[in-house]
């Protein structure tokens, strides 16, 4: 099963995008963890892509396709903003005093914490970002 959307990097298209995440919920036969990390994961990366993949007042296209294949879904997040690979950002300090923690990285870092897989791809020739992320059924659910 495939569904999928495409919307300009503002807010109303993070709006559509969320209702588009609404509709998934319903079509797709999702876990509760697969539901949360749906949302969250599509939520925070474009909010990410609208703040920092795209400079200035300038947007571009988020494309966002989700797939559900024998129990495993599959969200891919796709941009022409400036390359990001998250599996390159620093994981956040966890450990520091909440008032002295810097702002920023905790959604990045709860999507790649709850993801099963998480693959970055840039393609140079085309300027498209694809962003992976796969959560698997748990265990005895599938």
């Known amino acids: ?9 503002n807010d109303a298209g993070l709006m559509e995008l969320m209702r588009f995440v609404d509709d998934v919920e319903r079509y797709f036969s999702l876990e509760h963890e697969q539901e949360y990390l749906l949302r969250l994961s599509i939520e925070e990366i474009a909010t990410n ?10 947007s571009g296209p988020i494309r966002v396709e989700c797939d559900a294949t024998n129990g495993v879904l599959q969200v891919r997040i796709c941009d022409c903003g400036a390359p990001f690979d998250p599996n390159d950002a620093p994981r956040p300090d966890l450990t520091a005093d909440l008032a002295h923690r810097p702002v920023g990285g905790l959604g990045l870092f709860l999507v790649r914490e709850l993801s099963d897989e998480l693959r970055y791809h ?21």
């Open 1 to 9: 099963m495939h569904q999928s959307i495409e919307v300009v990097a």
């Open 49 to 58: 892509i609208m703040k920092y993949s795209y400079s200035g007042p300038a």
């Open 122 to 142: 840039h393609d140079p020739a085309t300027r498209w970002n694809e962003l992976t992320i796969v959560k698997r059924p748990e265990a005895g659910d599938a």
